[in-house]
């Protein structure tokens, strides 16, 4: 079992969704990472979480660390958001934890 | 404004052959990583270094080796390249090890052993 799963791994929506991306965890952790990858390969950091929630622009991120569990919810879901978010945990310094990735490909 | 900057974006080595890539952050940032990235897998940490100076070893480190020349290059060698190294390769930094700050990457390197 990977220590950090994605779900789901594809997601396909219409343009206007709503959009929820899920990363559960079995480590302990220091914090947790989502970042987004273009279909160019480019990698971004969105968000680091430790506790509660985060949101900038239209990406809203949560994170319940008792049940090890975080959410990538993306509002008003249009055309370039479509990519990969991949959800990494910090388990020690310098150790990242990646999760497979979830692609999401939003419909005009 | 660059960020991270790597070289180059795509190489076709033969197997055997010997390669650096180069990797160069202009944020002042202290620590610097090396990923690859196979398909449907997610990033694996081959080599990192938290701090001018000093380097470590990753969860995938054999085949590379790393020099961190100073603040801001930090370069990865494969010294005899072997087809299982056909793989995306990911530089990236971070102002310190606890990537407080988030991590900033490179374009990356698409790498193709024959």
């Known amino acids: 079992k990977n220590e950090v799963e994605q779900s789901p791994q594809n997601l396909t929506a219409q343009e206007g969704e709503f959009i929820t991306i899920n990363c559960s965890y079995s480590v302990g952790i220091s914090a947790l990472h989502w970042l987004q990858q273009h279909p160019g390969g480019g990698i971004v950091s969105l968000f680091m979480l430790s506790s509660g929630k985060k949101k900038h622009g239209r990406l809203i991120a949560t994170i319940n660390i008792q049940e090890k569990h975080s959410s990538l919810h993306i509002t008003a879901s249009h055309p370039r958001d479509s990519a990969v978010y991949i959800c990494a945990v910090r388990s020690s310094n310098y150790q990242l934890i990646w999760g497979a990735g979830t692609k999401l490909i939003i419909k005009p | 404004n660059a960020g991270v900057t790597q070289t180059p974006k795509f190489q076709v080595l033969k197997t055997g052959q010997s390669m650096t890539l180069q990797c160069a952050q202009d944020m002042n940032h202290n620590s610097m990583y090396w990923y690859r990235q196979d398909p449907g897998m997610g990033l694996r940490l081959i080599y990192y270094?938290?701090?001018?100076?000093?380097?470590d070893k990753g969860e995938v480190p054999n085949g590379y080796n790393v020099s961190r020349l100073n603040k801001r290059e930090f370069s990865l060698r494969l010294e005899s390249a072997a087809p299982s190294q056909t793989s995306v390769y990911f530089c990236?930094?971070?102002?310190?090890?606890?990537?407080?700050?988030?991590?900033?990457f490179g374009s990356g390197t698409r790498l193709t052993v024959v």
């Open positions: 270094s938290a701090s001018e100076g000093t380097t």
């Open positions: 990236a930094s971070s102002l310190s090890g606890r990537g407080g700050n988030g991590y900033t």
